[in-house]
């Protein structure tokens, strides 16, 4: 498809719609392809033409040089994609004449409307498309986006990704798209400028409807309801509008519900400032309505006005869940639960988000450190598809001239540090590889791994990442309790530590893909440990950073500790019987006291029922996991589920060898946890489904009673 032949309707219209009328006789094919930006859908004679929402996915369209960024832009990004889809019409089709219809909205191409991270405005909804009918004799017709495509305003006043959407049902035309309709109204589009990106067929799962729920009334006061759809979801309300022309209908969305249970909280999904919620001026008679082009982070809504929700479509990206987990302790079993909702929630467009409701944003942080999660729990055929895509848009948002992996992807503003979320650019693809046994992830990122690389040493004083961009972050860890911004452990210490993985990481992958590594680099890794270990180890105490926030256990991972540096993270553990670790030390410190053989320890720390704790989400009614351990923010943040991958390699003991990829070869070994009874579940890999249940006989050992 070429990116050229642009259409659009007036600037002032958030959603134009449009239609062309072509005749054809004999159709034995008929293929469309098309791109409508923000957001489209289509329409042949009045049918709506696929299933997927949200489309095209989301990408870096094209330079946000100039763009306002909270975060500061101080170089060209490394590439622009914009998505096309391809349709066969061919079913749709009719002797004689046939309407083509398209719907426009903003999407995240044009954000009318912005609380978090900046403004990104790249243009006003447009369209392009190419149709190629070919007749039963082999010959062909051809149509394409031009002034012979007529325009028009839709019912859709109003739509925005973050605040939700204002339709006037009165303006809808039932008929707009069939070959009937009244053209009262209809005007040329117009020619404008092309975006300045590559256009690329769409290869990637596509955000749909994926169930409907059936909320329950909880309060009712005359024309205001409040409703629970039992579950923190992402998607939209169903709701009946009642035909008393003129009056408005009001779906407001959120977590949580203020004490007295009669009032929607906002504060977890951006505050009064940023309320989703959709608005419907009736028309004449009853109509079954919902947005179009935004989806919604919640569980309760509020209805207000003269309507009444008939269900609540679930929407995300469209992957299979492919995995099970239950075991004898409520909270293990809980946290399997809770991530899988909350990483499901945080998939549109083809990209692990943060959150589905305030920032909605790919940070490459929240991404990476859930990435082998997500890979191994879901399913491996469209997750892998999925991380492909996403993959890609870490590539285009590097800086062009540095390498620098920016805190988000596609970019749209966001901070972050250099380490944990720049480091993304090399522990997915490796996290591809030992979960898929697939090395082409990784062949395509090296040389960029390489710049990365580089990039973080020339932010190193003395060996030790010291900062990023000025005016910006440099976060260490996140999240970690009590206070989300302000971790004891040094942030240089933690972006040194994934400078050190990156470095290893190089080495390694070279021999595997048989490139020469940089020359220097084995030396630049040696000097860069020697210096963390000078700055941070405490040869008295035997701890780093004083063990603060799990830092024993970065120090562990990397193979710089002593034996006193395990015994004091075992000891620490031990007295605090809490977590006090962020988004990226708390899988850490647990899989690295797995790996010490002490599970039970482990264990304690994943189900303890401290105030800061997986069990503290679970009793507050809690269904998906929270941004902080205290719930003062985000209630459907995947960060912390990073952990549930233990759940499968740790208490169900299914393991790979370390240098091992695939799962084509494999142990099952449970950890042997005496607080444990039995567990059981499954993993779909890429070479089959291993399932492994286990229980304890009459003697109280551990017997594994089932397994491939």
């Given at each position: 498809m070429?990116n050229?032949?642009?259409?659009?309707?007036d600037?002032h219209?958030?959603?134009?719609?449009?239609?062309?009328?072509?005749c054809?006789?004999?159709?034995?094919?008929?293929?469309?392809e098309?791109?409508?930006?923000g957001?489209f859908?289509?329409?042949?004679?009045?049918?709506r033409?696929?299933?997927?929402e949200?489309?095209?996915?989301?990408?870096?369209?094209?330079s946000v040089m100039?763009?306002?960024a909270?975060?500061?832009?101080w170089?060209e990004?490394g590439?622009?994609?914009?998505f096309?889809?391809?349709?066969d019409?061919?079913?749709?089709?009719?002797?004689?004449e046939?309407?083509?219809?398209?719907?426009l909205?903003?999407?995240w191409y044009?954000q009318?409307?912005r609380?978090a991270e900046?403004?990104?405005i790249?243009g006003?909804?447009?369209l392009?498309y190419?149709?190629?009918?070919?007749?039963?004799?082999g010959?062909q017709a051809?149509?394409?986006?031009?002034?012979?495509?007529?325009?028009?305003?839709?019912?859709i006043?109003?739509?925005?990704?973050f605040?939700?959407e204002?339709?006037?049902?009165r303006?809808?035309r039932?008929?707009?798209?069939?070959?009937?309709?009244?053209?009262?109204?209809?005007r040329p589009?117009k020619k404008?400028?092309a975006?300045?990106?590559?256009?690329t067929r769409?290869?990637c799962?596509?955000?749909?409807v994926?169930r409907?729920?059936?909320?329950?009334?909880?309060?009712s006061?005359?024309e205001?309801?409040?409703?629970d759809?039992g579950?923190?979801?992402?998607?939209?309300?169903?709701?009946?509008?009642?035909g008393?022309?003129?009056?408005?209908?009001?779906?407001?969305?959120?977590e949580?519900?203020?004490?007295?249970?009669?009032e929607?909280?906002?504060?977890?999904t951006?505050?009064?400032?940023q309320?989703?919620?959709?608005?419907?001026?009736?028309a004449?008679?009853?109509?079954l309505?919902?947005?179009?082009?935004?989806?919604?982070?919640f569980r309760?809504?509020?209805?207000s006005?003269?309507?009444a929700p008939?269900s609540?479509?679930?929407v995300?990206?469209s992957?299979?869940v492919?995995?099970g987990?239950?075991?004898?302790?409520p909270?293990?079993?809980?946290?399997y639960?809770a991530?899988?909702?909350?990483?499901?929630n945080n998939?549109?467009?083809?990209i692990?988000?943060?959150?589905?409701?305030?920032e909605?944003?790919?940070?490459?942080?929240?991404g990476?450190?859930?990435?082998?999660?997500?890979?191994?729990l879901l399913?491996?055929v469209?997750?892998?598809?999925m991380?492909q895509?996403?993959?890609q848009d870490i590539?285009?948002?590097?800086?062009?001239?540095?390498?620098?992996i920016p805190?988000?992807?596609p970019?749209?503003?966001g901070?972050?540090?250099?380490?944990g979320?720049?480091g993304?650019i090399f522990?997915?693809?490796?996290?591809?590889?030992r979960?898929?046994?697939?090395?082409?992830?990784?062949?395509?990122?090296y040389?960029?791994?390489?710049?990365?690389?580089e990039?973080m040493?020339?932010?190193?004083?003395?060996?030790?990442?010291?900062?990023?961009e000025?005016?910006g972050?440099c976060?260490?860890?996140?999240?970690?309790p009590?206070?989300?911004?302000h971790?004891e452990?040094?942030?240089?210490?933690?972006?040194?530590?994934?400078y050190?993985?990156g470095?290893?990481?190089?080495?390694?992958?070279?021999?595997?893909?048989?490139?020469?590594?940089?020359?220097?680099?084995?030396?630049?890794l040696?000097?860069?440990?020697q210096?963390?270990k000078?700055?941070?180890?405490d040869?008295h105490?035997?701890?780093?950073?004083?063990?603060?926030?799990?830092?024993d256990?970065f120090a562990?991972d990397?193979?710089?500790g002593?034996?006193?540096t395990r015994?004091?993270?075992i000891r620490?553990?031990?007295?605090?019987r809490?977590l006090?670790?962020?988004?990226l030390g708390?899988?850490?410190?647990?899989?690295?006291?797995?790996?010490?053989?002490?599970?039970?320890?482990a264990?304690?720390?994943?189900?303890?029922?401290?105030?800061l704790?997986f069990?503290?989400m679970?009793?507050a009614g809690a269904?998906?996991?929270w941004?902080?351990w205290?719930?003062?923010?985000?209630?459907?943040?995947?960060?912390f589920g990073?952990?549930?991958k233990?759940?499968?390699?740790e208490i169900?003991?299914i393991r790979?060898a370390?240098s091992?990829?695939?799962y084509?070869?494999?142990?099952?070994s449970?950890?042997?946890i005496?607080q444990l009874n039995?567990?059981?579940?499954?993993?779909?890999?890429?070479h089959?489904?291993i399932?492994?249940?286990?229980?304890?006989?009459?003697?109280?050992?551990l017997?594994?009673v089932?397994?491939?």
């Amino acid at each position: 498809m070429k990116n050229q032949h642009w259409i659009q309707g007036d600037e002032h219209c958030e959603s134009p719609l449009f239609r062309r009328s072509f005749c054809i006789h004999n159709p034995a094919k008929a293929c469309l392809e098309i791109c409508g930006l923000g957001f489209f859908q289509l329409y042949v004679n009045g049918q709506r033409v696929g299933t997927e929402e949200m489309t095209p996915a989301f990408t870096n369209y094209s330079s946000v040089m100039g763009q306002n960024a909270t975060y500061p832009v101080w170089e060209e990004r490394g590439g622009f994609r914009t998505f096309y889809l391809e349709y066969d019409l061919l079913p749709y089709l009719r002797e004689g004449e046939n309407v083509l219809g398209m719907q426009l909205g903003n999407g995240w191409y044009h954000q009318t409307r912005r609380k978090a991270e900046g403004d990104f405005i790249f243009g006003f909804p447009k369209l392009r498309y190419e149709l190629t009918v070919t007749r039963q004799d082999g010959s062909q017709a051809f149509w394409e986006s031009d002034v012979k495509t007529l325009w028009t305003e839709s019912e859709i006043i109003e739509n925005n990704l973050f605040y939700g959407e204002t339709h006037d049902l009165r303006k809808i035309r039932e008929d707009w798209c069939l070959p009937s309709a009244s053209l009262q109204g209809w005007r040329p589009a117009k020619k404008c400028p092309a975006p300045v990106t590559r256009l690329t067929r769409q290869d990637c799962p596509p955000d749909q409807v994926i169930r409907t729920l059936t909320p329950s009334l909880v309060f009712s006061q005359g024309e205001r309801q409040i409703y629970d759809c039992g579950e923190n979801i992402t998607g939209w309300v169903n709701v009946l509008c009642q035909g008393q022309e003129g009056r408005e209908v009001c779906i407001r969305h959120s977590e949580n519900l203020k004490s007295n249970g009669q009032e929607l909280n906002f504060a977890s999904t951006g505050g009064e400032e940023q309320i989703q919620q959709d608005r419907y001026i009736c028309a004449h008679k009853e109509m079954l309505v919902h947005p179009k082009f935004c989806w919604h982070g919640f569980r309760y809504f509020e209805v207000s006005g003269p309507a009444a929700p008939q269900s609540v479509s679930v929407v995300h990206t469209s992957i299979p869940v492919t995995s099970g987990f239950s075991c004898s302790d409520p909270v293990l079993t809980w946290l399997y639960q809770a991530y899988i909702r909350t990483q499901l929630n945080n998939l549109h467009g083809c990209i692990p988000s943060d959150c589905p409701h305030r920032e909605r944003l790919g940070y490459t942080g929240d991404g990476q450190v859930t990435a082998e999660t997500a890979m191994m729990l879901l399913d491996p055929v469209e997750t892998k598809r999925m991380y492909q895509k996403w993959m890609q848009d870490i590539l285009d948002s590097r800086g062009a001239e540095t390498g620098h992996i920016p805190h988000t992807a596609p970019f749209m503003g966001g901070g972050g540090g250099p380490g944990g979320w720049g480091g993304a650019i090399f522990l997915i693809p490796m996290a591809y590889y030992r979960t898929y046994g697939d090395l082409s992830l990784l062949r395509e990122c090296y040389p960029h791994i390489i710049k990365w690389l580089e990039y973080m040493e020339s932010r190193s004083e003395n060996h030790l990442v010291t900062r990023e961009e000025k005016g910006g972050w440099c976060l260490g860890d996140w999240c970690p309790p009590p206070s989300m911004e302000h971790p004891e452990m040094p942030p240089a210490f933690v972006n040194t530590y994934y400078y050190i993985k990156g470095m290893r990481c190089a080495l390694e992958a070279s021999q595997w893909l048989g490139i020469e590594a940089p020359l220097g680099l084995k030396d630049r890794l040696a000097a860069t440990e020697q210096a963390l270990k000078e700055q941070y180890y405490d040869p008295h105490t035997g701890s780093f950073c004083g063990g603060a926030n799990g830092a024993d256990a970065f120090a562990l991972d990397l193979g710089l500790g002593t034996a006193q540096t395990r015994q004091n993270l075992i000891r620490r553990y031990k007295e605090k019987r809490c977590l006090d670790t962020g988004i990226l030390g708390t899988p850490l410190l647990l899989e690295t006291l797995f790996r010490e053989e002490e599970a039970a320890l482990a264990y304690e720390l994943m189900t303890t029922r401290s105030a800061l704790s997986f069990a503290t989400m679970m009793d507050a009614g809690a269904t998906t996991l929270w941004e902080t351990w205290s719930g003062d923010a985000s209630h459907d943040h995947p960060m912390f589920g990073a952990a549930a991958k233990l759940l499968f390699t740790e208490i169900l003991g299914i393991r790979q060898a370390d240098s091992g990829t695939g799962y084509q070869e494999y142990t099952i070994s449970p950890a042997d946890i005496p607080q444990l009874n039995w567990a059981e579940g499954y993993l779909t890999t890429c070479h089959g489904v291993i399932r492994v249940k286990w229980e304890r006989d009459s003697q109280g050992k551990l017997c594994v009673v089932n397994e491939p």
